[in-house]
């Protein structure tokens, strides 16, 4: 499949098709594709799991931006009502994610919803600073991570 889209980028970018073009075009390809396969570790296989798991990816980013816009309210709500009072802290948990890219992605995740900021990740432990402690509640299970563990395949 990758091969394919090799070559049909072969044509467009040349713009004209002749058998000199056509040729060369199988060879080039050819090449880079194993290239790609011997030396950079390309698998169509991680390819195929990466397109049946994109509905789980926009999902996901979905979610972050639902998050992101209800995080905004609540910060909203703190800095513009004079009477309530923050109640600033750190909280630590621990998830269950085996995955180090999507630690990660759940440690940004949090840092770009407003009011946390993730201060410290080591293996699975994270360290979090909130505006206030309600944004923290049941963090360890929060939306971020059922989400991962759905594109983990833990759910």
């Not at 802290?89 to 992605?105: H, I, M, W």
Request: with cysteine; glycine share 4%; charged share 20%.
């Amino acid at each position: 499949m990758v091969y394919y889209i090799l070559w049909i980028l072969w044509f467009l970018f040349h713009g004209k098709v002749t058998l000199e073009i056509v040729g060369f075009g199988v060879l080039i390809c050819h090449g880079v594709y194993w290239l790609m396969c011997h030396y950079m570790a390309y698998d169509v296989k991680k390819d195929l799991r990466l397109i049946i798991k994109l509905p789980l990816y926009i999902q996901y980013a979905l979610v972050l931006v639902w998050e992101v816009v209800k995080s905004n309210l609540a910060v909203m709500r703190i800095i513009l009502s004079p009477n309530l009072e923050a109640e600033p802290g750190f909280v630590s948990f621990e998830t269950d994610l085996e995955n180090e890219v999507a630690r990660v992605v759940l440690a940004n995740s949090m840092t770009l919803t407003p009011g946390t900021y993730t201060v410290a990740l080591e293996d699975n432990r994270y360290m979090v600073h909130a505006l206030d402690m309600a944004f923290t509640e049941d963090i360890a299970e929060s939306v971020f991570v059922k989400q991962l563990r759905r594109l983990e395949d833990k759910a």
